[in-house]
């Protein structure tokens, strides 16, 4: 019986151990909750050409001439 508690005892200090250093990286640089607002980034304002394209129409030949 005396065996088993000490076992016992050895082996909740082991698992104490590990949590604690599992545990440090998160006090270290705790997680921030997310927010539901949407992003709101300043885009590029749109520039439109003041002149118009060129537009030259080609004449299809006629196999039969």
Same mark, same amino acid.
Do not use: A, H
């Given at each position: 019986? &005396?065996? +088993?508690?000490? @076992? +016992?005892?050895? *082996? #909740?200090?082991? +698992?104490?151990? !590990?949590?604690? /250093? +599992? !545990?440090?990286?998160?006090?270290? @640089? $705790? =997680?921030?909750?997310?927010?539901?607002?949407? =992003?709101? &980034?300043?885009?590029? &304002?749109?520039?439109?050409?003041?002149? !118009? $394209? =060129?537009?030259? *129409? #080609?004449?299809? $030949?006629? /196999? &039969?001439?």
């Amino acid at each position: 019986m &005396k065996s +088993l508690i000490i @076992n +016992l005892t050895n *082996t #909740i200090r082991i +698992l104490y151990v !590990l949590v604690i /250093y +599992l !545990l440090i990286p998160y006090f270290k @640089n $705790p =997680i921030k909750p997310r927010t539901n607002k949407p =992003i709101s &980034k300043p885009y590029r &304002k749109i520039e439109v050409d003041t002149e !118009l $394209p =060129i537009i030259e *129409t #080609i004449e299809v $030949p006629n /196999y &039969k001439e």
